[in-house]
């Protein structure tokens, strides 16, 4: 899979990889998940959104952008045809890498209480739960994961 920043003619790849990979969780919330109605035009415009592709077909979107200290990622989609082949952790481990380049001292997540997958993942994956919280309705869970700080890039 090669990762490269979005462009705006990938924006109809992105909002199908999104939906696919977030539509199995819309009975368990009841609505559809927030990255389900992003705005992903805007957010590509402000370089916000990088896409993951195997041969000229988007597979994997991230949304990652710099705050405070951290990168945060808000959001990390593979289409379901293309899962459980490590472009997940790919696409983590790509934002890792940005925030070591961005001189950042962690990586911040938060996902739903519902997507039971991803609570069990992000520990696997070096992340710690670090709180719980309803915002915008939604039971979200936040992580984080500090990087070392012998692989920070200043």
Do not use: C
Request: hydrophobic fraction near 45%; charge should be negative; charged fraction near 25%.
């Amino acid at each position: 899979m090669r990762i490269r920043q979005a462009a705006q003619g990938d924006v109809t790849a992105i909002r199908a990889v999104v939906e696919a990979a977030y539509s199995r969780y819309v009975p368990r919330i009841g609505r559809p998940p927030a990255p389900m109605t992003a705005d992903y035009e805007t957010l590509v415009a402000a370089g916000d959104v990088w896409v993951g592709d195997v041969d000229g077909r988007i597979v994997g979107v991230l949304v990652i952008r710099a705050s405070g200290d951290a990168l945060e990622l808000e959001n990390v989609a593979v289409d379901p045809a293309a899962q459980g082949l490590g472009h997940g952790r790919t696409l983590v481990g790509f934002a890792e890498s940005r925030a070591r380049e961005l001189g950042l001292e962690a990586v911040e997540l938060y996902t739903n209480e519902a997507m039971v997958e991803n609570l069990q993942l992000y520990p696997r994956l070096g992340f710690v739960e670090t709180e719980r919280r309803v915002e915008a309705g939604y039971r979200r869970v936040y992580f984080r994961k500090t990087l070392d700080a012998g692989e920070l890039r200043r």
